[in-house]
């Protein structure tokens, strides 16, 4: 059984910071790349951040500088350091982990965590 469980989303200011974590269980964690998205009411699911299995990042043009993807592979966890917040990163944030091959590819998602920020 696969489960990916977001964690750490909640209320903040405008400027302020929230660490995401997203621990996922059923995978061989350390091969999966893993991915943080978004989605806003009314608006398409966008990608945030992904972090490959060998450390490698890459964010969105609207989030790099504030926000950073890691990973701790002994903990089975990718986390999400969200900085400088704006009202416009408010959304529900999704973790996700990817394994692809030439002929297959394996998805699967969390819940979802809240995060709101006020003016």
């Known amino acids: 059984q696969v489960q990916l469980v977001e964690s750490g989303g909640g209320l903040v200011q405008a400027g302020g910071s929230l660490r995401l974590s997203c621990a996922a269980s059923g995978i061989i964690f350390s091969i999966y790349s893993m991915s943080w998205y978004r989605q806003a009411p009314g608006k398409q699911r966008e990608l945030v951040a992904v972090?490959?299995?060998?450390?490698?990042?890459n964010y969105a043009d609207s989030m790099k500088g504030r926000f950073t993807i890691s990973r701790d592979n002994a903990k089975n966890t990718v986390y999400l350091q969200m900085n400088s917040l704006k009202p416009e990163d408010t959304a529900d944030y999704y973790c996700?982990?990817?394994?692809?091959?030439?002929?297959?590819?394996?998805?699967?998602w969390g819940q979802g965590t809240q995060v709101t920020v006020s003016s």
């Open positions: 972090i490959g299995i060998g450390g490698s990042t």
């Open positions: 996700s982990a990817r394994m692809s091959t030439m002929k297959r590819v394996d998805d699967y």
